[in-house]
């Protein structure tokens, strides 16, 4: 069993630091919100009153935060923490971040002879709590062979995408794929519902159809359909809003770059930015239901 440090224990973050409690692991954690250490600490981990503090004596460190420009300024600009990083500590970042923020940081890393791994995830906090998460992994070959048992205690698949920033790539891909069939699932059941059709028997219908998807699967967008998902409670917890603008963000520089097609990608971002923009930032992804309501004359 390893001792391992964890910073940013929020929706995701917690239930991953709470499996590797659950399976033997000393764990570490770290994390802006106290509240949220607690809800940690509560099931064996110890709290860490810095970042400093987290990465000492440690095999691994995993890091699981909201943007590029956290996880930089954390380990490279303003906490600079790689400094205080040992050369024997694994650094596996679970953000999802720019393929080129994973690179700035492998690079940063090994100037200091510390190895890193971008691991985004995918899964949500379904698959988070459930540790049934997809690891999407970038970085080097036998790195990626050191932490393949510890993420395989907070998931069940665990995949080498490629070199440093690769894991990235292919996440972002996945995430714009999963925006697309989020919208067009909650246009598919808006369209049935105003036309006098029951959400739940459409959904049946479709799960044994030809639209099957994730969404529908495991996280009907529409009200009331499917127990514990964000829709039934108001759209709080899951996934929110601002993260999938900030992969589709993320997947539009990709397509800008390689010159790539991307229609349908770039206009759920604009779905989203308009969504986001009208005050659903912090809910679900999926609250783009809402967008397809009817709103009553005035
Ligand atoms: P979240 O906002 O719930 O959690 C992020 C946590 O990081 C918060 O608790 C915050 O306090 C902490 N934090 C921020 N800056 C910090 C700092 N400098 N030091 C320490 N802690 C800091 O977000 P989340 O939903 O858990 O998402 C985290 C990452 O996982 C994002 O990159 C997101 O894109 C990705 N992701 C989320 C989901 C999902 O369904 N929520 C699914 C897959 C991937």
Redesign the pocket.
């Known amino acids: 069993m390893a001792t391992v440090g964890f910073?940013?224990?929020?929706?995701?973050?917690?239930p991953m630091a709470i499996n590797l409690v659950n399976a033997g692991h000393q764990v570490k954690v770290?994390?802006?919100?106290p509240d949220?250490v607690d809800n940690v600490v509560k099931v064996g981990a110890v709290a860490a009153a810095s970042?400093q503090e987290v990465v000492k004596d440690i095999d691994v460190l995993v890091s699981?935060?909201?943007?590029g420009k956290?996880v930089e300024?954390?380990y490279i600009h303003k906490?600079r923490l790689l400094a205080s990083i040992s050369a024997s500590t694994l650094v596996i970042d679970?953000?999802?971040?720019a393929p080129e923020n994973a690179i700035n940081l492998a690079l940063a890393a090994k100037e200091k002879g510390i190895v890193t791994l971008d691991a985004?995830?995918?899964?949500?906090?379904g698959?988070?709590v459930a540790g049934t998460l997809t690891f999407i992994v970038g970085g080097e070959a036998q790195a990626f062979e050191q932490a393949r048992p510890l993420l395989m205690n907070m998931g069940k698949n665990v995949f080498h995408a490629g070199d440093h920033g690769a894991g990235q790539t292919a996440?972002i891909c996945n995430?714009m794929l999963l925006a697309v069939h989020m919208i067009g699932t909650a246009e598919a059941l808006q369209l049935g519902v105003d036309n006098g059709l029951d959400p739940k028997v459409l959904s049946d219908i479709m799960l044994q159809s030809s639209g099957r998807n994730w969404s529908l699967e495991l996280y009907n967008p529409f009200p009331g359909v499917m127990d514990s998902v964000p829709a039934s409670n108001d759209y709080n917890g899951?996934?929110?809003v601002d993260?999938m603008n900030?992969?589709l963000g993320l997947a539009l520089q990709a397509a800008l770059k390689s010159q790539s097609a991307t229609p349908m990608g770039t206009l759920a971002k604009s779905l989203y930015s308009q969504h986001g923009r009208q005050g659903w930032g912090k809910k679900d992804f999926s609250s783009i239901q809402t967008w397809f309501k009817k709103v009553l004359n005035k």
């Open positions: 910073i940013g224990v929020g929706n995701m973050g917690g770290y994390d802006l919100s949220l970042p699981m935060l909201p943007s956290i300024d954390l906490e679970c953000s999802t971040i985004p995830v995918s899964g949500g906090v698959g988070a996440k995430n899951g996934f929110q993260l900030k992969d």
